[in-house]
């Protein structure tokens, strides 16, 4: 890697190029323009010019990337081409609809135990795994890089107290609420709200332009 | 409205400042400095007074915010002071934990019916909603604005098409795959692998340093 500090915008274009590039793989593409592969993406060609320049050389002039090379130099650059061990806390409807999730294994993650503290949950067998009490994550502390909590959001600060007693890396948060960390555990959120707000926003924008308001 | 040109950033921002100030609200505060604020929100102050700034004139000097007011201020330039109506498409395991996730109603978005091309589905009653064959979303154009898509990454295309024909506004895409549209509908993607994937990398990152790699 040629530089330590990727802006986090980088990072989150290259896991969509990282996407967009297997779908051009199960289409058959072996080389992509520049061009198409910044179309599909939905941003300039020197964008990712520029997001790849931190990683290395990419792409031949006048012909374009290589979709296999491209892919696993991404992989590789974003540390996704090994398998990752996950655990998920919060065993909800949204949390078992994560644990039957294939694309999770398909892609490296592999969640590899669930928890909750509700005592009528704990024993039940989700997607091939027992729910255990959350306690018991400890347990798992030798295994378990990331954690995802799925929790309500009241009960998403205790779940990420367990997860960062068993000396989780980082924590992937679907509940709609802010979580405290210490500075070496990474926490990534996942909000539908803002997506969802954002959208009701530019509609109601175009709405008021159309109107003339 | 001051201004009709707001940064992508400053909504997904905005956003954000709705959800902790709700958590405020929630607990009794009133007023919040904006250094308490942008604190919880992990900005600095100067970021959320410039992005406030595109709606208009907030807080008071040596005050701060007051909660409720600005949670009406901020929802009413976002758009979601209003019911907006959406409808599903999609009804495997998340397609069934959002229309279980008692949030959207919370939040305003009333998801008002929902679709599946599979017929071992159609009929199937689902959080007290029918569902229908994705061909029947055009008796519903009259009424919805937003469509959420939880099909697989395969029949994402389709189940776009199906909402444009029916001249939705916006389309929240949950599928792991871009999807095209025409201009006048806006598309934001929920993608949790973007953010794993964030995660991974500074995972790898952290432990190269201390590595010494």
Redesign the interface.
């Given at each position: 890697m040629k530089s330590?500090y990727?802006p986090?915008a980088t990072?989150?274009r290259?896991?969509?190029y990282?996407?967009?590039l297997e779908?051009f793989k199960r289409d058959g593409v072996e080389i992509v323009s520049s061009e198409r592969l910044a179309n599909?993406?939905?941003v300039n060609p020197s964008q990712i010019r520029k997001d790849l320049a931190y990683f290395g050389e990419f792409g031949v002039r006048g012909v374009g990337y290589y979709v296999n090379d491209l892919i696993d130099s991404v992989k590789r650059?974003?540390?996704?081409d090994r398998v990752?061990k996950a655990v998920l806390v919060g065993v909800?409807?949204?949390g078992?609809?994560?644990l039957?999730?294939n694309?999770?294994k398909r892609?490296g993650?592999h969640i590899v135990a669930a928890f909750d503290c509700d005592p009528f949950k704990i024993g039940e067998e989700v997607s091939g795994l027992e729910v255990m009490c959350s306690k018991r994550l400890r347990e798992f502390s030798q295994d378990i890089?990331?954690g995802i909590i799925t929790t309500p959001?009241d009960r998403a600060q205790r779940a990420a107290n367990h997860l960062i007693d068993a000396g989780i890396?980082?924590?992937?948060n679907f509940a709609?609420?802010?979580i405290t960390a210490p500075d070496?555990v990474?926490v990534?959120?996942?909000?539908?709200?803002?997506?969802?707000?954002?959208?009701?926003?530019?509609?109601?924008?175009?709405?008021n332009?159309e109107s003339g308001n």
């Open positions: 330590q990727i986090k990072i989150q290259l896991a969509l990282v996407q967009v779908e599909s993406c939905s650059s974003l540390g996704i990752w909800g409807n949204l078992r609809a994560l039957n999730h694309e999770f892609r993650f890089e990331i959001p890396a980082g924590i992937l709609p609420t802010r070496n990474f990534e959120y996942v909000d539908f709200f803002h997506h969802i707000y954002s959208l009701a926003f530019n509609i109601t924008l175009s709405q332009k």
